[in-house]
């Protein structure tokens, strides 16, 4: 009778060691399921990150390119602007409907700005090919001082006072004379965040 106990014991107990390793197995095996849901979870959304990534890029892009095309068919309008306003007589460019029509211009080169557009200044500037495109070369020679009659004791000094001005205006004049340096603007050239839009078409100096 207590054999039949003990061996209905040992079988019970050999029961729950079975349990406990079925168990365990059932853990790991979940654990296993578990980590590659969760590896394959994380690939599918970096994936899905990567690919918002690309096509915020290409969007954006896209508006950027867009927005580039229309700014450039708006800077010819503004060429015509700068030729008329050269060609105007002075005693015009006081009159009301004139500055009306001027002021347009001054709106778009406003609305540009705030875009983050400007102008390239190159006058007087040394030639960057970078914002500037040459059409050409102008020589300058230096102005030939006239003959002049004697002059009296009272003119030289006179003239001795002046020296230092003179000298002066002659190094800023001379400066506009150097080789390289931009003497005419043919075509106003456009700046986007620091970066050219469209080259400013230049002479400069042989």
């Given at each position: 009778m207590?054999?039949?106990?003990?061996?209905?014991n040992?079988?019970?107990?050999?029961k729950?060691?079975l349990?406990?390793?079925?168990?365990?197995?059932?853990?790991?095996?979940c654990?296993?399921l578990?980590?590659?849901?969760?590896?394959?979870?994380?690939?599918?959304?970096?994936?899905?990150?990567n690919y918002?990534?690309?096509?915020?890029?290409?969007?954006?892009?896209?508006f950027?390119y867009?927005?580039q095309?229309?700014i450039l068919?708006i800077?010819?309008i503004?060429?015509n602007f700068d030729?008329?306003?050269k060609?105007?007589?002075?005693e015009l460019?006081?009159?009301e409907?004139?500055k009306?029509?001027l002021?347009i211009?001054?709106?778009?080169?406003?609305f540009l700005?705030n875009?983050g557009?400007?102008?390239?200044d190159?006058?007087?500037?040394?030639f960057?090919p970078?914002?500037?495109e040459?059409?050409?070369?102008?020589?300058?020679?230096?102005?030939s001082?006239?003959?002049?009659?004697?002059?009296?004791?009272?003119?030289?000094?006179g003239k001795e006072?002046?020296?230092?001005?003179?000298?002066?205006?002659g190094?800023s004049?001379?400066?506009?004379?150097?080789?390289?340096?931009?003497i005419e603007?043919?075509?106003?050239?456009y700046?986007?965040?620091g970066?050219v839009?469209?080259?400013?078409?230049v002479?400069?100096?042989?």
């Amino acid at each position: 009778m207590t054999g039949d106990i003990e061996e209905k014991n040992k079988i019970e107990d050999n029961k729950r060691e079975l349990s406990l390793e079925d168990l365990k197995k059932k853990l790991e095996e979940c654990q296993k399921l578990k980590d590659e849901y969760l590896a394959s979870w994380q690939r599918e959304r970096a994936d899905f990150l990567n690919y918002k990534k690309d096509e915020f890029k290409r969007i954006e892009g896209f508006f950027k390119y867009a927005g580039q095309e229309l700014i450039l068919k708006i800077l010819p309008i503004l060429d015509n602007f700068d030729v008329a306003e050269k060609k105007l007589p002075e005693e015009l460019k006081k009159n009301e409907n004139v500055k009306g029509i001027l002021q347009i211009k001054k709106q778009v080169l406003d609305f540009l700005k705030n875009l983050g557009i400007e102008s390239i200044d190159c006058l007087g500037k040394k030639f960057d090919p970078n914002f500037m495109e040459a059409t050409g070369e102008v020589e300058v020679k230096p102005a030939s001082a006239p003959a002049s009659a004697p002059a009296s004791a009272e003119a030289l000094a006179g003239k001795e006072s002046l020296a230092g001005k003179e000298s002066l205006a002659g190094k800023s004049a001379g400066k506009d004379k150097e080789s390289g340096i931009v003497i005419e603007e043919i075509q106003k050239g456009y700046k986007i965040q620091g970066k050219v839009l469209r080259p400013a078409r230049v002479k400069v100096v042989k």
